[in-house]
């Protein structure tokens, strides 16, 4: 895994308190609960990765075609254990690009698309850091709005409840101490989107580009 020289272990994953039977294992137990929330919740600040994103690739693997069998052997697993055991047993891959630690597939792009209408207020964007930890599962566009907006120096649009916004992927990510532009990144590559600076806005809209479904045209894991 690339990354996995450069990740710092940021945390237990979780601490699972035995309430049924002798007889079951911690893995069982933590096979019932919701992958993607127990990840993003063990996420904590750290100085190199600042924010751990789940693209619409991986979390269609997770929901959608539900491929996703991996198993920590660990008995005290850390984020990076989880994280390697789903690039080494699943079609979900991790990608550091400082400092978003993004989950994907090849169905995913890492690009994100970003028009500059207006530098003054992008260069404030990438100036101005978010110091305060965002946790978002599974939130729709109008529950981005609510936890972002008022840290930013800029307005999202579409507007709450916009119809646009009906077709964007739901959001999964996790990040504190992000610059304001490193948040606009992680918004759209979160719910496959692209966006454009104006003066007072940031305009997000669907990003049509497409991928490859793993194991659509014969990709198999390794």
Known sequence: MKIAARLVVIGWLMAISITSPAQETWQSALSRMNCVALM??????NAIVKALVFMPGATDELYFYRRVHAKVTNANPSL????????NQTYIRATFRPPLLLLHTSEDNLDVIAVEKNKSATAKLKRKTISSR????????????AAVSKKLSVGLRPFSDAPDSWHFYRHNFAACGV???EMLETIALADKTKFTV??????????????VVPD??????P
């Open 80 to 87: 990076l254990d989880t994280v390697a055991a789903l690039t």
């Open 40 to 45: 993003l919740n063990a996420f904590q600040s």
């Open 134 to 145: 965002i946790v978002l599962e599974d939130a729709d566009w109008d529950g981005v709005r």
């Open 198 to 211: 104006h003066w007072l806005t940031a305009d997000f809209q669907l990003d049509q580009r497409t991928g």
């Open 216 to 221: 659509a045209k014969g990709i198999r894991v």
């Open 179 to 181: 610059t304001q532009w």
